[in-house]
């Protein structure tokens, strides 16, 4: 199976890149990260404040399993539509530092899209240690699903 | 946590990831290894060290040298490490354009 979402981490270098080719136009794919409702509904989040403009900031929040609320949230720095956002993210309370988002879109076809997410972190510990928290998401997110699907065999 | 032995520690260092292809081909000895660099000897033994702690390199007695491999094994766990990661997103993202399709649909 062709991997659709592909992680670059050059050993030694404080960034990440990650990039994803979407089966959706340019128009829609951009959409997903600019109107509220939908970026709660695929990130799982709820949006506090999302200005999406030059000098803008963002805030979201989520809620874990145990209640605990865990704000996210970054100042906008570029705003070009349907082509990039350049962004700063930040965990709130997490005691990690803030990161350098640069999300660039792009038209492949009509149809397809691809995003291009260029992060950059302040020192080569504090990415090891994001992958590390991606690390157990990721499982995480198998779990759930696994989860879900022994649950409908039960039924 | 002892940081020497994180393998992410350990391939941070550019003279480390060059030992690491440099005995990518062939096992090497110290001495073969430290010709290559224009540091100290014990600079490249230490960088050995660092390497052999935490299992990117084995040793190999053979006669009265010691000569260092490379263990593809714990190399594939550098790999293994951004897989989840990259998951967490694929799944993320999977989600994004199952939504968006919606939205498609609709116009």
Request: glycine share 4%; with cysteine; proline share 3%.
């Amino acid at each position: 199976m062709e991997l659709k979402t592909k992680v670059h981490a050059e050993e030694g270098k404080q960034e990440l890149i990650v990039t994803r080719e979407f089966d959706l136009p340019l128009e829609l794919l951009f959409r997903a990260y600019t109107e509220p409702e939908i970026l709660e509904e695929w990130m799982g989040t709820k949006v506090l404040k999302l200005e999406n403009k030059k000098h803008g900031s963002w805030q979201f929040e989520t809620t874990d399993p145990a209640g605990n609320k865990h704000g996210f949230s970054g100042t906008i720095h570029d705003f070009v539509p349907e082509e990039r956002i350049t962004r700063t993210f930040e965990m709130e309370n997490s005691g990690f530092g803030v990161q350098l988002e640069f999300l660039e879109f792009e038209k492949l076809t009509e149809d397809t899209s691809k995003l291009r997410m260029h992060i950059i972190y302040k020192t080569l510990e504090e990415r090891a240690q994001y992958l590390k928290i991606g690390m157990a998401r990721g499982m995480g997110l198998a779990h759930n699903r696994l989860e879900k699907a022994a649950i409908k065999f039960k039924k | 946590m002892n940081l020497r032995r994180d393998v992410f520690q350990a391939i941070a260092d550019p003279t480390r990831r060059a030992i690491l292809l440099l005995v990518a081909t062939h096992a090497m000895t110290a001495g073969a290894i430290a010709a290559n660099f224009d540091t100290a000897r014990p600079t490249v033994s230490k960088h050995l060290a660092i390497l052999t702690e935490c299992e990117l390199l084995k040793q190999e007695q053979n006669g009265r040298e010691i000569y260092y491999h490379l263990n593809p094994h714990k190399m594939k766990e550098i790999a293994d490490f951004i897989e989840p990661f990259r998951k967490m997103w694929d799944d993320r993202f999977n989600k994004l354009e199952d939504i968006m399709k919606k939205y498609q649909t609709k116009k």
